[in-house]
């Protein structure tokens, strides 16, 4: 596998990309998780040490869905994170990438970074976000008011 993940048309959940603190989540911790829908992708992902966690089945006929969480930090190399729709590209910084969490993402292309961890004898891989082009849905007045 490549040093970085490229996942088209990713189906993100889990999002906190404003960093709220929450049940799951420290305040200050932006982050949010990508379901996985390549089998091959997540048996490799798997076997270099990400950590690949699974969703449980709604209903009796819905297979465990993988998926991967995905820490979004600005202190060292600040992602990328451009909000795309019909007429332009916007970069996202660290004050606007909150505005994600609840927006109508119609699609979504990610690149992560691994990061190799070790403490006390464990390790495994830390997803990072590098790089995000997020579509959101097309505002039907948009046009009608656009200056």
């Known amino acids: ?9 990713a189906r993100i959940i ?40 699974y969703l449980k ?8 869905a993988p998926y991967i969480q995905v820490s979004v930090k600005y202190e060292f190399a600040p992602p990328k994170v451009y909000l795309v729709t019909d007429k332009s590209k916007t970069l996202l910084d660290e004050e606007s990438v909150g505005e994600l969490d609840y927006m109508d993402i119609s699609s979504c292309d990610i690149v992560l970074s691994p990061y ?11 997803a990072y976000l590098k790089t ?15 200056d």
């Open 57 to 64: 089945p709604r209903d009796e006929d819905e297979q465990p």
């Open 14 to 53: 889990f999002r906190n990309f404003s960093g709220k603190e929450g049940q799951y989540n420290r305040a200050g911790d932006r982050s949010f998780s990508v379901v996985l829908t390549d089998p091959e992708l997540v048996d490799a992902l798997k076997s270099e040490g990400w950590n690949v966690k």
């Open 132 to 146: 995000m082009y997020v579509n959101i849905e097309a505002d039907p007045f948009a046009d009608k008011y656009n």
């Open 116 to 126: 190799h961890w070790e403490v006390s004898g464990k390790s495994g891989i830390k």
């Open 1 to 9: 596998m490549s040093r970085y993940v490229n996942i088209e048309n």
